[in-house]
């Protein structure tokens, strides 16, 4: 039997979850694109390129 790893990068994963969030309440697009941006900054800034789930 084969065990597969399975390796999903965070931005993806979190711009995906912002998309179906906007598409369900649109006026929390603010809201989400600014949690986004501070997210994928922090990411940046900290060398979260590297983090996998």
């Known amino acids: ?3 597969h790893n399975l ?3 965070l931005a993806p994963l979190i711009s ?3 998309g179906i969030l906007i598409l369900v309440a ?3 697009l603010r809201y989400i ?3 986004y941006l ?3 900054g922090i990411l940046g800034l900290t060398g979260g390129r ?4």
């Open 1 to 3: 039997m084969t065990i």
């Open 50 to 53: 590297g983090i996998h789930f």
């Open 26 to 28: 649109p006026r929390l």
């Open 33 to 35: 694109v600014a949690i």
């Open 38 to 40: 501070i997210v994928i």
């Open 7 to 9: 390796h999903i990068s």
């Open 16 to 18: 995906l979850l912002a």
